[in-house]
Structure formats: structure tokens, C-alpha cells
């Protein structure tokens, strides 16, 4: 009987230890999606700022500028910083 028991509390062990990755498999996802929807390219942020194209790539290296220019313009006031390569990132 104890030997029984032995196997199942190894065997629930076994399970939770697989929960436990799949959960952090779950976070990761969805931290990564999350970061992914915070990036708009250029043409992206110029339609929800109201600007043209060439607005944004004016301002886009004046740091903190940018961020502040952005969040003026943004209709949910969300400021918004030059990540590279055209994309720019939520602050």
C-alpha cells in the first residue's frame, strides 16, 4: 500500500511539474504578443496620430521630444518612442 501511494504522489509530482512549464510557456506567449501589439510602423502611427508620414520621421530621433509630441497627438494620449528600423514602441 505505501508503495502504492509512493507511485501516485511520483506520478502527481511528475503532472505538476508539467503545469508548471506549460504555464511559463503560456506567460511567454503572451508577453511576446503583448510586446508585438505595442510596435506600429511608420504609416501605422502616422494614421493614429492624424499626421503624414513625413510628420513622424521629422520627430521621430528628438527622444524625448518625440514622446511628448506623440502623446499630444495620440486620441487615448498614449506616448509613443522611435524603437528602429521604423517601428515605434507604447511608453
Do not use: C
Not at 501605422?44 to 513625413?54: H, N, P
Request: proline share 1%; no cysteine.
Amino acid at each position: 500500500m505505501v508503495e502504492n501511494l509512493r507511485g501516485e504522489v511520483s506520478d502527481l509530482k511528475s503532472q505538476v511539474s508539467q503545469l508548471q512549464q506549460n504555464s511559463k510557456l503560456d506567460a511567454t506567449d503572451q508577453s511576446t504578443n503583448n510586446n508585438q501589439s505595442d510596435l506600429l510602423d511608420r504609416q501605422q502611427l502616422a494614421e493614429r496620430l492624424g499626421v503624414d508620414q513625413t510628420a513622424i520621421a521629422q520627430h521621430e530621433t528628438d527622444g524625448k521630444e518625440f514622446v511628448e509630441w506623440s502623446k499630444s497627438k495620440d486620441p487615448e494620449q498614449i506616448s509613443w518612442k522611435y524603437a528602429g528600423a521604423n517601428l515605434f514602441r507604447r511608453v
